[in-house]
């Protein structure tokens, strides 16, 4: 089955540096990417949808210029948090879905925790 | 506006049969996913109804009822890893999900 890998796993880094977060899908192709922010005990909350050649559609309250999305091919997506602070620490998923099949089932990586010291 | 119910919490036995519910108010209708969460891991995709009608997929099932915005995931012969949260998300008429809160589901021996 499709298949998302996500990288890295988990992350610790000092207030104010940035840090990069990858998302690949390994046997398929992704036209859109859409990244994810989950708090403990909450749903998904959609970030920004990834479009690749393109750029990414922002949900309302999440900061274009705090959380940067690069769609370079149809199989990687990264979002870097620039100048990152403690209350970015959470947990950001990426999925992605079959190009040209629009009901097709998202899969997810396996996310990434972020802690923000 | 758009909206996805389902309950916070619930509790069953080892090797019992659950009803997780999903009501949902979405602008257009194109579809209705379930997913399992465990926690501090990723959603995986467990079933997804268009037609209204029940799919079964070994333990569990999935119904629909576009009329009545309805739907639930059935979990039978419940085993202790079925413990997760379980997430409903509508696909609304511009294929955006919108999706539930989740429904944490707690499985006593």
């Known amino acids: 089955g499709a298949v998302v890998s996500q990288h890295p796993s988990r992350v610790i880094c000092k207030s104010g540096t940035s840090v990069k977060i990858e998302c690949r899908s390994l046997?398929?192709?992704?036209?859109?990417m859409f990244w994810y922010r989950q708090f403990p005990k909450q749903s998904l909350m959609l970030m920004a949808t990834?479009?690749?050649?393109?750029?990414?559609?922002?949900e309302q309250g999440v900061e274009k210029d705090k959380f940067l999305i690069n769609h370079a091919s149809l199989t990687l997506s990264t979002l870097t948090v620039t100048s990152a602070h403690p209350e970015d620490s959470s947990f950001y998923i990426c999925?992605?879905?079959?190009?040209?099949?629009?009901?097709?089932?998202?899969?997810f990586g396996n996310g990434t925790r972020l802690t923000v010291t | 506006g758009q909206n996805i119910d389902q309950p916070t919490e619930m509790t069953a036995t080892e090797g019992a049969i659950v009803q997780i519910n999903c009501t949902y108010q979405?602008?257009?209708?194109?579809?209705l996913f379930w997913y399992q969460q465990h926690a501090g891991e990723a959603p995986t995709f467990l079933s997804y109804?268009?037609l209204d009608g029940l799919e079964e997929k070994g333990r569990f099932s999935s119904f629909l009822s576009r009329s009545k915005g309805y739907s639930y995931l059935l979990l039978k012969e419940l085993q202790m890893k079925d413990s997760a949260s379980y997430l409903c998300?509508?696909?609304?008429?511009?294929?955006?999900?919108?999706w539930g809160a989740g429904t944490k589901l707690i499985i006593k021996p």
């Open positions: 998300a509508a696909l609304d008429s511009n294929y955006q999900l919108i």
């Open positions: 999925s992605a879905s079959l190009t040209g099949v629009e009901n097709s089932p998202l899969h």
């Open positions: 109804n268009v």
């Open positions: 046997d398929f192709q992704a036209t859109t």
């Open positions: 990834s479009n690749e050649g393109s750029k990414a559609t922002y």
């Open positions: 979405t602008s257009g209708f194109n579809g």
